[in-house]
DNA sequence: GTCTATAAGAGGATAGAC
DNA sequence: GTCTATCCTCTTATAGAC
């Protein structure tokens, strides 16, 4: 509290005019995140490409983007108060989860639009999850690590799951060579590293 | 510190003794973990089958049985710390990290064993990584969700990827059906549900 | 609604006798 | 090595004038 007083240049006083409690304004904090979502993250990342299966490794370069600004430090503000909160503050777990979900409703979406580039038998919402899964194991070990590889090789073997996926969509011809083939995007963004 | 005298019904003095500081009582924590990850962990998921990939598939039921019993609470508590003291404890993040090492080459090397039932093509140690946030993003997002699922979706997605990796590594033969099949490891982890 | 000053308490750590 | 008592700082939150 004292550090946000004193950066954000505000008296005691008028902060606790409008947020009672620490634990209200964090509320107010996860509330502005779920807002910002699209018009920060989301629509950035679709005004890349128009790619559906692209842009879900637009959005993880974009994660990884901003882990290299921060030199794998700081890491993903809604997991770190899922992991540090979630038990003892009910309504903090409650809005963690409405932002993972915003998060994996927008990846779904995508993954819908990739229609038959995916496989029928595969559930949208579960693979979207194994999206958000990725980003935040990878930042984890990338923390623990202080160094990007971690999250390079999450993003690496997700994209080896997608290849199979699409190759399986596309009825996994008998003559497809078994390296399954690397997008353009997966290569530019290995290119990086 | 105040909870741990009183549970440990120990005097402060005597704590301080060994541990000087709070930092040192956690770096003891995490040098115990990593030693008692094989006693306590790996060894006996060795002992529930010889199966180097359903070893895999034991372990996360492992940990899973264990978000039950905590009621999706506490999670990983090497997950916790990376998230939480990564950035300003050194000695933490570096512990931390070698937790994580330890576990993910536990898993590679059951992945190495399992030889040619994978391609030869995939990394092993990444593809470890990639079991390990499974587990991680798993239960996040269940801590974030109050419940189970969200884990068990992760670990389908996981099976998904295997299924796919291990019908790569048979040849991916022109007749194979285009649901993989799922092991009878998998098909009674997911009973549980 | 905002200001300054300060209350109230938790938390980590220490002193010094035994 | 262990005991009791206590210091001291950091932190959240409030009081009351303006």
């Given at each position: 509290m004292a550090t946000i007083l004193r950066e954000a240049d505000v008296n005691s006083g008028s902060l606790y005019h409008f947020f009672p409690t620490k634990e209200s304004l964090l509320i107010g904090v996860l509330e502005r995140y779920q807002r910002l979502l699209r018009p920060i993250v989301m629509d950035p990342v679709e005004k890349v490409t128009d790619d559906p299966i692209g842009r879900v490794f637009v959005l993880l370069d974009w994660y990884r983007s901003g882990m290299l600004r921060a030199q794998c430090k700081l890491g993903c503000p809604i997991g770190n108060l899922a992991l540090e909160l979630a038990d003892n503050h009910p309504d903090v777990r409650r809005l963690a989860d409405a932002n993972f979900i915003g998060w994996t409703e927008a990846v779904k979406q995508w993954l819908i639009d990739a229609g038959d580039r995916l496989?029928?038998?595969?559930n949208r919402g579960e693979l979207a999850q194994m999206v958000l899964n990725t980003m935040e194991g990878g930042i984890m070990q990338s923390r623990a690590r202080g160094e990007v590889a971690p999250f390079d090789a999450a993003v690496r073997q997700l994209r080896h799951y997608f290849d199979y996926l699409e190759r399986d969509a596309k009825?996994?011809?008998?003559?497809?060579?078994?390296q399954p083939k690397r997008s353009n995007r997966s290569r530019r963004s290995r290119r990086r590293t």
């Open positions: 496989p029928s038998h595969i009825g996994a011809p008998p003559d497809a060579t078994r």
